[in-house]
């Protein structure tokens, strides 16, 4: 039986079944470091599933920041995505080309912009691939969709909420960087920040929750990761990575687990590690 949450994630067996539905709506999120010298526009262009729409994490952003695709207004959000005809009454599912990497911050954006109705493909287009299911290189029909938004502020925090957090201990910092990043012992991959993590924070790298094929571990499973690193499942929670991607994976299983409380700082250590005036920890 194909498992699926549609508000949180759904397997290959249940899109393949539900692929022809009227309002479903698939959204390819790929998504790579510069560095990585990847194109995802141009992958997409080459082979998406069929009907995906792509959407791109740094245009679909705030553009009057200098941080790397911060959450973009609600009209702006509204328009690209009613121009990709997804709007009211559709069931989304967003994949990425890496498995599960960028798709849960899109994931992410949806539920802050309070579109529940939108689900994670477990293990992206290498699961689909491997399987053997449809791909094609050609654009979709995109027809104009009315869309209404109610943004979900607890889903997003800034830096001030997250300082806050830090000092009095009022909410769990769980940060889905590497290891050695959250030491200090490893570089940090965009130049000019500070190393180390945020103070009273917890290391949770987001390869943790994933399996080796790319898809997420068994609700079992991430409830052992949660308890072994001292998560208190009741108490509020911040995800946090390096610019707001990766943080959205450990949302993702947060809310696969029926956690109610929990927000993604949006600036993450690209904003964090920018200011000395914020305190650093390392180690």
Request: aromatic fraction near 8%.
């Amino acid at each position: 039986m194909p498992y699926s949450d549609p508000k949180t994630l759904v397997s290959t067996d249940w899109l393949a079944a539900h692929f022809d539905d009227p309002d479903l709506r698939v959204i390819d999120a790929s998504w790579y470091l510069p560095q990585q010298n990847r194109d995802p526009k141009a992958e997409y262009d080459n082979a998406h599933i069929p009907g995906a729409r792509f959407f791109d994490i740094d245009e679909i952003a705030d553009a009057k920041t200098d941080l790397p695709h911060m959450a973009p207004t609600v009209e702006k959000f509204i328009s690209r995505m009613r121009a990709k005809g997804i709007g009211d009454g559709h069931q989304v599912v967003i994949y990425d080309s890496a498995g599960i990497l960028s798709a849960p911050r899109v994931w992410w954006l949806f539920h802050l912009f309070g579109k529940t109705d939108t689900a994670v493909l477990d293990g992206g287009l290498p699961k689909w691939q491997a399987e053997g299911r449809a791909i094609e290189d050609m654009p979709p029909i995109e027809r104009d969709r009315h869309m209404t938004v109610q943004r979900n502020a607890q889903w997003i925090k800034d830096v001030t909420q997250t300082a806050a957090a830090s000092k009095l201990k009022s909410a769990q910092i769980l940060d889905a960087r590497s290891s050695g990043r959250f030491s200090g012992d490893e570089a940090e991959p965009r130049a000019g920040l500070r190393q180390g993590h945020i103070p009273n924070s917890t290391s949770l790298p987001f390869q943790m929750l994933l399996n080796k094929d790319g898809t997420m571990r068994s609700k079992q499973e991430l409830t052992e990761i949660m308890a072994r690193l001292g998560v208190d499942m009741r108490a509020p929670v911040i995800t946090t990575c390096g610019s707001g991607i990766t943080a959205a994976i450990i949302s993702l299983a947060l809310a696969r687990l029926g956690h109610k409380n929990h927000g993604l700082y949006d600036g993450s250590w690209a904003e964090w590690g920018m200011y000395n005036d914020l305190k650093v920890a390392r180690g």
